[in-house]
């Protein structure tokens, strides 16, 4: 994109009251079976109107077009490019929603008895055996909604473990490169949280670590790779200095993208868990569907899982396992998200061992890649090789460009700006994902290539982005403090 294509008329799109059509309907209802009653004897007074709402009237045409329209003005994962770290949004496969939408699977009620619903119990019996093989460890609970409700559910495994054992421990350990999540459920589980400092080289500082480990610590809670992108290669001994104390290692599944049929968790001294089926196993994100954060635990934490649990009865059969005395109890109705657990069992069963494995180095590859075109004009504070993502800090601030310009005139380009500001202040962190094309890849490097020779010789084009998206840069403080939720008209 050249700079003199940086000028485009804010763009207006009509809400569907002001597209409306009198008379037209976009659909046609069977005839009421319900017997008719008088409103002024059904409802009060004061909740009677004169006259019918002015509901939008439109044609089915019409209807789509206008749904259709909206869509294309949104950036969405189909369309472009998101190099989003810590997310890690790679495409979804379409055959993982084919499996999800089978009738077998969507039409079963939550209440349906075990002998009905022997296929989806054997699947996500099996999934649990899948996801505990792929950690390391022995069990796994499907329960949890979402991966920060796996992090609470895992800390109340560690609360109640250490509850049987007559100790109260109150305090948790997190890296200061840990997920933003991590302090929230401590908070949520009763816990006060301490934070370890990182050396230079972006890892545990383990003689912090061994100062701030005492007899009131419950665990530490770890991410690895870390949030800036390294592999921590420290992590059996970190482990080892949390167990001679008598305290548990948490590790933050978000980013286990990186190291699928690599390495285990489990294999390095992880006692528990959590995976984001969003990222690692290519389900919808929050705002595509309900989430899924299942947690694995080592044996001495098994008795404690969630309840129930899928057991296998000796003739081969599935149920629900209510027995289990020691257990935390449910941590969510009914049997958790089936929809995106479907998904996820498809997408592990697709690849198998040889094809996750695959996944994660062609991850690494591609962020390690990137990095390297583009490192000799964006300083990257932390030294290679990366996991599955690293972090930037763009250094023209004596210009006049930060690093929000860069991210929104990354817009322009058609790709979704990477995550800004976290984990280190005025950072980008830039995370391709394995089902990026190496064409897809060059263009990102080529823009932010153009970008900082824009911001030397034309900053003013950066600092006024996007300029070709329907909407140009807002003033984001009062977007925030003063959102407009409801139409009205001019």
């Not at 409103?39 to 044609?59: F, H, I, K, Q, T």
């Not at 496969?93 to 349906?112: D, I, T």
């Not at 069990?139 to 800390?155: C, F, N």
């Not at 947690?295 to 296998?312: K, N, R, S």
Request: overall charge negative; hydrophobic content about 40%.
């Amino acid at each position: 994109m050249s700079v003199d294509e940086t000028t485009s008329a804010q763009s207006s799109f009509p809400v569907l009251f002001e597209r409306r059509s009198t008379g037209a309907s976009a659909v046609r209802l069977a005839p009421c079976d319900v017997p008719p009653v008088d409103r002024s004897v059904a409802l009060p007074a004061g909740c009677l109107r004169d006259e019918p709402p002015p509901l939008p009237e439109l044609g089915e045409l019409e209807l789509t077009r206008h749904y259709t329209g909206l869509a294309h003005r949104l950036f969405s994962i189909d369309e472009n490019f998101y190099p989003l770290g810590s997310c890690t949004m790679k495409y979804n496969p379409a055959v993982n929603e084919r499996a999800a939408a089978m009738p077998g699977f969507s039409e079963l009620h939550p209440c349906q008895c075990d002998e009905d619903a022997q296929g989806l119990l054997e699947l996500l019996y099996r999934l649990r055996g899948d996801l505990a093989e792929i950690a390391g460890l022995a069990d796994v609970t499907l329960q949890p909604a979402a991966g920060a409700h796996g992090e609470m559910t895992g800390l109340m495994l560690i609360n109640a473990y250490h509850r049987s054992r007559g100790e109260l421990r109150r305090k948790v350990l997190t890296p200061d490169t840990a997920h933003g999540t991590n302090p929230a459920s401590c908070t949520i589980c009763a816990r006060r949280m301490v934070t370890v400092k990182s050396g230079e080289d972006g890892l545990v500082d383990l003689d912090a670590l061994r100062a701030a480990v005492d007899e009131d610590t419950a665990a530490m809670m770890i991410t690895n790779p870390n949030t800036v992108g390294i592999y921590d290669g420290q992590i059996a001994d970190v482990a080892e200095i949390l167990h001679a104390a008598g305290a548990q290692l948490y590790l933050d599944g978000a980013n286990m993208n990186a190291v699928l049929g690599i390495a285990r968790p489990g294999d390095v001294g992880v006692d528990v868990m959590h995976y984001n089926l969003h990222k690692t196993f290519s389900t919808p994100h929050g705002c595509g569907g309900p989430g899924a954060g299942p947690v694995a635990v080592a044996e001495h934490l098994t008795p404690f899982l969630p309840t129930p649990q899928i057991a296998q009865r000796d003739d081969g059969g599935f149920f629900w396992d209510h027995d289990r005395p020691r257990s935390i109890g449910k941590v969510r109705s009914f049997w958790g998200q089936i929809g995106v657990l479907v998904r996820a069992y498809a997408y592990i069963r697709a690849l198998g061992h040889d094809g996750l494995r695959d996944v994660s180095e062609k991850a690494v590859l591609a962020a390690n890649y990137v990095a390297a075109r583009i490192k000799h004009r964006y300083p990257i504070p932390f030294p290679g090789p990366y996991a599955h993502e690293f972090i930037t800090v763009p250094d023209f601030d004596t210009l006049g460009v930060r690093e929000v310009d860069f991210a929104k005139r990354l817009l322009d380009y058609g790709i979704h700006p990477p995550t800004m500001s976290f984990p280190v202040a005025h950072c980008l962190m830039i995370e391709p994902t394995e089902t990026e094309s190496l064409e897809t890849l060059d263009a990102f490097c080529d823009a932010l290539l153009e970008m900082a020779d824009q911001a030397h010789e034309c900053p003013q084009v950066l600092r006024e982005a996007p300029h070709r998206t329907p909407v140009r840069r807002m003033d984001e403080v009062a977007a925030n403090r003063k959102p407009k939720v409801r139409w009205t008209p001019e």
